[in-house]
């Protein structure tokens, strides 16, 4: 292996270990963002989303802009997708996500702190995934992209900008500022948030850790004769690929996203067991069980179809502004609401 594909094995396990702990220690995760903010009253965590995500644009923008990182190479920069199949995998995604109490990157995390409950979640996820991205659904995924994409000339904010005249730099300088000023003032307009040390913490973290995953596939992962994926956080597809890999190692590459799911589910042990958090749970009845795992079904097919998850798309592709994420985030956004709120609202079950 060589040694730049080694560099980002290694950076990917540093950068899972850190969102791990992090994740641990600050809960942060759209799912409780959005149950704090519609069901509970508590808006702090949904402002921590907020910040990450404007740290991750600024910081993934000053990369690209300064030449270091090619976000063009990113699947969510492509010319020719499907808003449709986008949309939809989102509102199937952010379902299951309620369905599940907490997405793939959440369950990793929570696994590492002994949640028996969420070892079943990331089983069905990575199952559900590879079927839909080699499996048994994959045709019909297929045949549902072919009949609705369309090829765009814009397909991001910058970009948009540039049918208007403006250079492309200054399109994407534009772009960038005037999203991110507009998540910070939201993030930072709530008193309880500016008085949440941690929870600020976790937001410019988790951010940062978007960029660096750019960086480290996009910069240090750029050899011209053993390329990586240029890629970030994101979860749906790796979790599908680490289990394929713990089965079936020979002959399989070790790559960023394997890495960093390993390093999630390390982090949050080692954080859980050094701050005395470990604490093994499990399902209160079948009835739970089975509601958890048809959302980790629904958050596997969801999250393909979306092209990410809830950290994929609603951070990772939003740090590329790309129109798509936008379109699966709405979905992501839609579906987790119609599971809080509505006549679709999943009603609560208790916990063991």
Same mark, same amino acid.
């Given at each position: 292996?060589?040694?730049?594909?080694?560099?980002?094995?290694?950076?990917?396990?540093?950068?899972?270990?850190?969102?791990?702990?992090?994740?641990?220690?600050?809960?942060?995760?759209?799912?409780?963002?959005?149950? *704090?903010?519609?069901?509970?009253?508590?808006?702090?965590?949904?402002?921590?989303?907020?910040?990450?995500?404007?740290?991750?644009?600024?910081?993934?923008?000053?990369?690209?802009?300064?030449?270091?990182?090619?976000?063009?190479?990113?699947?969510?920069?492509?010319?020719?997708?499907?808003?449709?199949?986008?949309?939809?995998?989102?509102?199937?995604?952010?379902?299951?996500?309620?369905?599940?109490?907490?997405?793939?990157?959440?369950?990793?995390?929570?696994?590492?702190?002994?949640?028996?409950?969420?070892?079943?979640?990331?089983i069905v996820l990575a199952i559900a995934a590879q079927m839909?991205?080699?499996?048994?659904?994959?045709?019909?995924?297929?045949?549902?992209?072919?009949?609705?994409?369309?090829?765009?000339?814009?397909?991001?904010?910058?970009?948009?900008?540039?049918?208007?005249?403006?250079?492309?730099?200054?399109?994407?300088?534009?772009?960038?500022?005037?999203?991110?000023?507009?998540?910070?003032?939201?993030?930072?307009?709530?008193?309880?948030?500016?008085?949440?040390?941690?929870?600020?913490?976790?937001?410019?973290?988790? *951010?940062?850790?978007?960029?660096?995953?750019?960086?480290?596939?996009?910069?240090?992962?750029?050899?011209?004769?053993?390329?990586?994926?240029?890629?970030?956080?994101?979860?749906?597809?790796?979790?599908?690929?680490?289990?394929?890999?713990?089965?079936?190692?020979?002959?399989?590459?070790?790559?960023? *996203?394997?890495?960093?799911?390993?390093?999630?589910?390390?982090?949050?042990?080692?954080?859980?067991?050094?701050?005395?958090?470990?604490?093994?749970?499990?399902?209160?009845?079948?009835?739970?069980?089975?509601?958890?795992?048809?959302?980790?079904?629904?958050?596997?097919?969801?999250?393909?179809?979306?092209?990410?998850?809830?950290?994929?798309?609603?951070?990772?592709?939003?740090?590329?502004?790309?129109?798509?994420?936008?379109?699966?985030?709405? *979905?992501?956004?839609?579906?987790?609401?119609?599971?809080?709120?509505?006549?679709?609202?999943?009603?609560?079950?208790?916990?063991?």
């Amino acid at each position: 292996m060589e040694s730049s594909a080694q560099l980002v094995i290694l950076a990917g396990l540093a950068i899972g270990l850190i969102y791990g702990a992090v994740g641990l220690l600050s809960g942060f995760c759209l799912m409780s963002s959005m149950r *704090g903010w519609l069901a509970e009253g508590d808006r702090r965590l949904v402002r921590t989303y907020a910040l990450a995500i404007a740290v991750a644009i600024a910081a993934s923008q000053f990369l690209a802009g300064s030449g270091m990182v090619d976000l063009g190479r990113a699947i969510y920069l492509q010319q020719t997708f499907s808003v449709p199949v986008l949309f939809l995998g989102g509102l199937l995604f952010g379902y299951g996500m309620v369905l599940s109490n907490g997405c793939g990157s959440r369950a990793l995390v929570l696994l590492g702190r002994g949640n028996l409950r969420s070892f079943v979640v990331v089983i069905v996820l990575a199952i559900a995934a590879q079927m839909t991205l080699k499996g048994l659904i994959a045709p019909a995924r297929i045949a549902l992209v072919q009949a609705s994409q369309t090829t765009v000339s814009v397909n991001s904010l910058p970009s948009l900008l540039v049918v208007f005249g403006l250079a492309e730099s200054l399109s994407r300088a534009l772009a960038a500022a005037a999203t991110v000023v507009a998540l910070i003032l939201f993030a930072f307009a709530q008193p309880a948030f500016r008085r949440s040390p941690g929870q600020i913490a976790a937001g410019v973290i988790v *951010g940062l850790l978007v960029a660096g995953g750019w960086y480290v596939t996009g910069y240090l992962g750029a050899d011209d004769f053993n390329p990586v994926p240029v890629t970030s956080l994101t979860f749906i597809a790796p979790i599908a690929d680490a289990l394929q890999y713990a089965m079936l190692s020979t002959g399989l590459t070790l790559n960023f *996203g394997v890495a960093t799911v390993v390093g999630v589910f390390a982090g949050s042990l080692a954080t859980a067991l050094a701050t005395g958090r470990f604490k093994l749970e499990g399902y209160s009845s079948p009835r739970h069980m089975l509601r958890s795992g048809a959302g980790a079904a629904l958050m596997g097919v969801g999250g393909v179809m979306a092209f990410g998850c809830s950290i994929g798309q609603g951070l990772t592709g939003l740090s590329t502004l790309a129109l798509g994420s936008f379109v699966a985030l709405a *979905g992501i956004l839609l579906g987790t609401t119609a599971g809080l709120r509505g006549s679709l609202r999943v009603q609560p079950l208790a916990v063991a």
